[in-house]
Nanobody, 128 residues
Framework: QLQLVESGGGLVQPGGSLRLSCAASGFTLDRYAIGWFRQAPGKEREGVSCISRSGSSTKYADSVKGRFTISRDNAKNTVYLQMNSLKPEDTAVYYC?????????????????????WGQGTQVTVSS
């Protein structure tokens, strides 16, 4: 059974850092593009970052460019989101999701509707 489990969330002060992990079980990530998404209270879920199946292509929302970095370790079946210079507006529940890709070098997409399998989310709170 395909399962995604996010971890690494927590409470951090503005300017701090967190690294989120998304561990997959029941399948191997190497045939999937992976996306990170977030949803703040009262807001729609938004795409934060994605990484292609090959790992050679990444995308970031404008709001996190230069601060967040996505990476994947297929050997560990895990994807990471390194978040630096965190701001209060980054506060949200963060989710990872996967999208099967036939072509190794297909570009990833940030639209939540493009992803079919999701983790349960991890809370990130940025506050002093």
């Amino acid at each position: 059974q395909l399962q995604l489990v996010e971890s690494g969330g927590g409470l951090v002060q503005p300017g701090g850092s967190l690294r989120l992990s998304c561990a997959a079980s029941g399948f191997t990530l190497d045939r999937y593009a992976i996306g990170w998404f977030r949803q703040a209270p009262g807001k729609e879920r938004e795409g934060v970052s994605c990484i292609s199946r090959s790992g050679s292509s990444t995308k970031y929302a404008d709001s996190v460019k230069g601060r967040f970095t996505i990476s994947r370790d297929n050997a560990k079946n895990t994807v990471y989101l390194q978040m630096n210079s965190l701001k209060p507006e980054d506060t949200a529940v963060y989710y990872c999701a996967v999208r099967p890709e036939v072509l190794l070098f297909s570009l990833c997409v940030l639209g939540p509707n493009e992803y079919g399998d999701w983790g349960q989310g991890t809370q990130v709170t940025v506050s002093s």
